[in-house]
């Protein structure tokens, strides 16, 4: 999971560092976007500082349906604690506290279904990865068509977190397709090839 709270943070800084331009200086974000030096008019400003308010309730939103900023001491009460100390724990059947568990407020966002934040956490990581990924595709075709440096800018960081947030989606979730340990598709049955993957699978569920 620190790849996903990576991916977070890094999501909610990057839309910060695009809003605070489009909040405290339009007439940058124009005279850099634009192919002549002018100043924004009143409706380019209205637009760029409503986006930069967009920008910040999106990153704020992203930190709190994801887990990494508690939303109050709700999601930390017991109901939380033990199914934390279920999933954690070796023998993963009671719900009685453990002595060396973590103190109740700092338990994680886990992946797994059972945990009461998972279902923010996926899809919060779902739409933050489209966003990412529209986002850059539309900065290339800007950048493609106007030449400006700074879509090639926002093309690259968009890319690289959209990159992170499919490799979250793939390998650091509970409904991931792809096995960390071997790379193998989990959808792949062992008929009519030989699949080593699906067969050590099938001999897991039959012992």
Known sequence: MDVFYSY???????????????????????????????????????????????????????????GSVPLSSRLSDEGTYNTYLALHSPQNSTLRPATNAPPRAVAPTSTNPNDPKAPYALPT???????????????YAMWNQTGAAAFSLGMLGSTGLAAVALWCILFASSDGRISRKTGADKRTSGWPFKNREADRRKGRKQT
């Open 125 to 139: 990581l779902a739409i933050t990865a489209a966003h990412h990924g529209l986002t850059a595709f539309y900065a």
């Open 8 to 66: 977070t943070y890094g999501t909610a800084a990057w839309l910060g560092l695009q809003a605070a331009p489009l909040i405290f200086s339009p007439t940058l974000i124009v005279a850099l976007l634009s192919p002549s030096v002018r100043d924004a008019t009143p409706l380019e400003v209205y637009f760029s500082r409503s986006v930069g308010f967009a920008f910040i309730a999106l990153a704020v939103l992203t930190l709190l349906l994801s």
